[in-house]
């Protein structure tokens, strides 16, 4: 069972080289590929390589219940003033849902016997030759390598916000 510091380090030691040309889109599920590289702990000059997909839900519009009333116990009547203030303009507030779907059915991995380096360039090179623009290249830690993709997952949803919310607006969906 992983620690908080075993989340820590992948955390750390998680590196994009390669993220997708595309975005999270707006009105549809995205899939992304990923190979994700990482060296073994226990074999010198040894590196697996996990391939697989990533399903991006399209994102949901959230917004507060109006109905519901709010809580401010401790506070004063001006908190019950915000209450109500609140309410008015729940409209106007809504935050975005994304969803992932990560099927360990996909992931293939393999063992090649050459220094990290030397893999990382490859795949960037194979990648470049493909031009396939749904691929991440990312180097992680072995043991933990779920949390390294879960990483880049937040970093792909933190890139495509700021789109989605644009287009969203653009279509009248959000104020």
């Known amino acids: 069972m992983s620690t908080e510091y075993d989340f820590q380090y992948a955390l750390e030691n998680t590196h994009v080289l390669h ?11 995205t899939q992304f590929e990923f190979q994700l590289v990482s060296e073994l702990m226990d074999t010198v000059g040894a590196v697996r390589v996990r391939e697989g997909r990533i399903t991006a839900e399209k994102p949901l519009i ?3 219940d109006p109905e519901q ?13 915000f209450g109500d203030f609140l309410k ?3 409209h106007k507030l809504a ?23 030397e893999v990382c360039g490859k795949l960037k090179a194979d990648l470049r030759i493909s031009g ?18 879960l990483k880049f997952t ?9 789109i989605n919310i644009f287009d969203f607006k653009r279509r009248g969906l959000l104020g």
């Open 19 to 29: 993220e997708p040309d595309r975005r999270i889109d707006t009105f549809g599920s």
């Open 62 to 64: 959230l917004r507060p």
């Open 69 to 81: 009333n709010f809580g401010f116990e401790g506070f004063g009547a001006e908190a019950e003033a």
């Open 88 to 90: 008015q303009h729940l």
């Open 95 to 117: 935050i975005l849902k994304y969803g992932f779907q990560f099927r360990k059915t996909d992931v293939q991995e393999q063992i090649v016997h050459e220094s990290m380096e």
């Open 132 to 149: 396939n623009p749904a691929r991440a290249i990312i180097q992680g830690v072995d043991d933990t390598w779920e949390i390294c993709l």
């Open 154 to 162: 937040v970093e792909m949803i933190e890139k495509s916000s700021n």
